[in-house]
């Protein structure tokens, strides 16, 4: 059996003494390909300051496409006295509060994670706030940060078209405020490789 590359080169694939097929291969992950098209995605709040438990982030998928939250980061500016280590819980399909369903306000980042590309995430994005409610959805993740640091956590979430994530902290203050920002490092699924 002769292999040709298909190209009518006549290049053909080796075959060993010991039936062994010879190929070179390039292999990328599924997220760099979809970065590579323009749908790869990094979402941030920019600084938000906290004084009592809130919203931080809001996504809710309108893409056609599955949205892929491979990782989430979460970093924290110490300016308070905690009683505790602060706790971040991302949520799913949340139902109401006002992240994402009366307060919206825009994140301070959004943008393509190829810089060649002018595809725009079809998604609606909000920055939360301290106080800020998200109600009715489900808890999936709960992560402790200490302040004065960066929360960086691989989740691999799927969030189809008409569900959404939200991730909220309770910064655990006894006085002062917390400065920070989540940001949400996301791609679009190619529905041919599911």
């Known amino acids: ?31 760099l390909q979809a970065i590579v098209e323009g749908d790869g995605y990094n979402i941030n709040t920019g600084e938000l300051a906290y004084t009592a438990a809130g919203t ?25 006295t905690h009683s505790d280590i602060p706790r971040i819980t991302v949520e799913r399909n949340t139902t109401g509060g006002d992240l994402g369903f009366s ?26 706030k301290s106080g800020g409610t998200s109600t009715g959805g489900t808890d999936a993740m709960l992560f402790f940060q200490g302040p004065n640091g960066r929360l960086f956590a691989t989740i691999n979430l799927i969030v189809p078209k008409g569900q959404n994530i939200a991730i909220t902290i309770d910064p655990k203050l006894s006085s002062g405020t917390l400065t920070a920002y989540a940001a949400a490092i996301c791609y679009l699924k190619d529905p041919e490789n599911q």
């Open 1 to 31: 059996m002769i292999f040709e590359d298909g190209k009518g080169t006549g290049n053909k694939a080796r075959v060993d003494a010991n039936n062994r097929l010879h190929v070179q291969s390039n292999q990328e992950t599924e997220e």
């Open 56 to 80: 931080m982030l809001f996504i809710s998928n309108n893409e056609d496409k599955d949205l892929v939250v491979s990782s989430i980061a979460v970093g924290l500016n110490n300016l308070g």
């Open 103 to 128: 307060d919206n306000t825009a994140v301070a980042m959004n943008a393509n994670r190829n810089f060649g590309s002018a595809k725009t995430l079809t998604a609606d994005v909000y920055a939360g």
